[in-house]
């Protein structure tokens, strides 16, 4: 295992640098208080030691499914450090997984997640703090979000503040019919500080997401699904996470070579520039074409009627 590696991106327009300013607060002003490689190592030995939860991972082989549950039903599946760092390490093991093709984003009980645990946040609660969470965070779900497989995030209950940005990682949001999202960082006199804020604009455009974020108003799973955040509301009285799976499976029924193939080629339309990521998709169609699943296709000469 690699003991460190520098952080992927810089926090100004997403430059691959393994530099990291810090910044700390004086008066008006932000200004840089020490120039330095951020590893990111260092957060995760800070942020494991703030305790409380757990983050579980399960691999299905025979469907190529993936779970993830957030597991602190105590504290409403609020993401306490240690979850951070467990989570991490889950998205980690997932892009080792070549034969993956989905992914659940679940919680343990009936409230998705109540966002960062304020009994860790209390702990960092000061500039510097701040920016070494999120930086930990957003790189965890950034790369979340670039797995080469489709993800669901399973929305039963609330999913409030972070809790609501983490749902924003996966491809999809499925909602029980009382499942509700909030962005109420701004009541909590903050800003999203894991990487819901860009890609809020992104799913819902600019006016939406500023209103959303600003009045903290609270989303019903009919407005979900209105704004275009929710693709589907799960039925009352059967098992969300089992209707999620059959979703998930029925969305992914292709060769796992073209699902993760087809999901790398959005991924990247939403995180690279346009000449970039158009010369992936190039390379991208490049490996398929021709490929088992290409030849099969041809030799069935399928109608789609
Ligand atoms: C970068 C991240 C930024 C953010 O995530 S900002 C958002 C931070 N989250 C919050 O402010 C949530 C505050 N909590 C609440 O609003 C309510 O507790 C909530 C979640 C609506 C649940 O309400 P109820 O169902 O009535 O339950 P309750 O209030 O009795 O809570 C049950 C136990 O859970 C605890 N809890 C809930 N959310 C938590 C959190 N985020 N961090 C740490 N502990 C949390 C709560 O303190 C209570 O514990 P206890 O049973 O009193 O020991």
Redesign the pocket.
Known sequence: MVLWHLVRKSVFGGIRTGFVPGFCYSGQTWRCCHEGAVLLEDIRKEMAGYTGGQVDLTKDESTGVATITLNNP???N?LSGHMMVQLADAVSNLEEWKSGKGVLLCANGS?FC??????T?RKINNPEGGLRMSIFVHDTLSRLQNLPMISVAVVQG?A????AELTLSCDFRLMTSEAKLQF??AK?G?TP??RGGTRLVHLVGPAKALQLLVSCEKLSAHDCLQAGLASAILDTGHDPQRQALNWLLKNTAGSTEVIRATKMVVANAQSLPLEESLKRERLIFSTVWGGPANIAALQENIKHR
């Open positions: 105590d504290r409403r609020a409230f109540s966002g960062g645990d304020l009994n946040i609330k409030l503040g972070g809790g109420v960082q909590m903050v500080g894991w």
